[in-house]
């Protein structure tokens, strides 16, 4: 993928930021078409272009139609991070929802992934069920409105962003300014 190339090639480290995508979605998910009722055009081209770049890039995506709460996956996320599998949890999360459609909202679900990246499952539902990382969540949510960040997938390097779901190059041009 992108960010393994760009650590590879150009030695860039990764700090993962929880954004607050959605956080009214319910458990059971969101249609696409509801949540952006009455901008379907917009919707058809975001997924196009996405699917294209996606294509390009060799990485896997599907054409969703419904969104789902990832706050849970959010703190997880933390979690992961600070037993040091953080971008393998991240990755698994990604394809579990990107490319297979995983509602990444559902416990059994998250702790499904966590297993699957050999981090314990017990220790993780025990994270989840204490909410043991809702604090550092909330500050990544905190730092994101303060830094005005409205899009995922949004990367800042040296005081610049790069917003949206973007090609190598792109990369390579926003470090490359930043050097």
């Known amino acids: 993928?992108?960010?393994?190339?760009?650590?590879?090639?150009?030695?860039?480290?990764?700090?993962?930021?929880?954004?607050?995508?959605h956080p009214e979605t319910p458990l059971e998910g969101?249609?696409?078409?509801e949540l952006f009722a009455g901008r379907e055009a917009m919707i058809r081209d975001m997924q196009a272009r996405l699917l294209q770049v996606a294509a390009i890039e060799g990485v896997p995506l599907i054409k969703q139609s419904r969104t789902y709460n990832s706050r849970l996956a959010q703190e997880l996320g933390k979690w992961a991070e600070a037993q040091g599998h953080g971008n393998q949890f991240h990755q698994a999360v990604y394809r579990a929802f990107f490319v297979d459609g995983v509602n990444i909202a559902l416990v059994d679900e998250?702790?499904?992934?966590?297993?699957?990246?050999?981090?314990?499952a017990d220790q993780a539902r025990t994270v989840l069920e204490e909410r043991s990382y809702a604090a550092a969540v909330d500050a990544d949510w905190q730092r994101a409105m303060e830094l005005h960040i409205?899009?995922?997938p949004t990367h800042l390097c040296g005081g610049r962003r790069l917003s949206g779901f973007a090609g190598y190059e792109d990369f390579v041009r926003l470090i490359g300014k930043n050097r």
Do not use: C, K
């Open 150 to 152: 409205t899009a995922v």
């Open 110 to 120: 998250l702790i499904r992934i966590v297993a699957a990246v050999g981090l314990p």
């Open 1 to 21: 993928m992108r960010t393994e190339r760009l650590q590879r090639e150009h030695g860039v480290q990764l700090r993962w930021s929880a954004f607050p995508l």
């Open 30 to 33: 969101r249609e696409l078409a």
